[in-house]
Nanobody, 125 residues
Framework: QVQLVESGGGLVQAGGSLRLSCAASGRTFSNSAMGWFRQAPGKARQFVAAVSWNGGITYYADSVKGRFTISRDNAKNTVYLRMNSLNSEDTAVYYC??????????????????WGQGTQVTVSS
């Protein structure tokens, strides 16, 4: 059974930092592109960042570029999202996702086959 489990969310003050982790199990994702998405209350799910199978290519939403960093450790089957300079607009549930058959990072949610349950990030101003 494939599982993606996010952790690292929480409450942080504006300007602060968090690091999210997504641990995959059930199969190896070393050949799969991985991504992070987020969804705020009343809003559609939004692309945040994605990384290629070997970490060599990363892709960010304009709203997080320069503040967030996606990375992965294939030996641990884990992908990370380092978030700096957080602001209230970053408040959302953050979801990890994986592509089953492709190592190419994509910004569209429908390109991803596996999803985690999400972790809440709340930024207080």
């Amino acid at each position: 059974q494939v599982q993606l489990v996010e952790s690292g969310g929480g409450l942080v003050q504006a300007g602060g930092s968090l690091r999210l982790s997504c641990a995959a199990s059930g199969r190896t994702f070393s050949n799969s592109a991985m991504g992070w998405f987020r969804q705020a209350p009343g809003k559609a799910r939004q692309f945040v960042a994605a990384v290629s199978w070997n970490g060599g290519i990363t892709y960010y939403a304009d709203s997080v570029k320069g503040r967030f960093t996606i990375s992965r450790d294939n030996a641990k089957n884990t992908v990370y999202l380092r978030m700096n300079s957080l602001n209230s607009e970053d408040t959302a549930v953050y979801y990890c996702a994986a592509r089953r058959l492709s190592g190419v990072p994509m910004p569209r949610a429908d390109e991803y086959d596996y999803w985690g349950q999400g972790t809440q990030v709340t930024v207080s101003s």
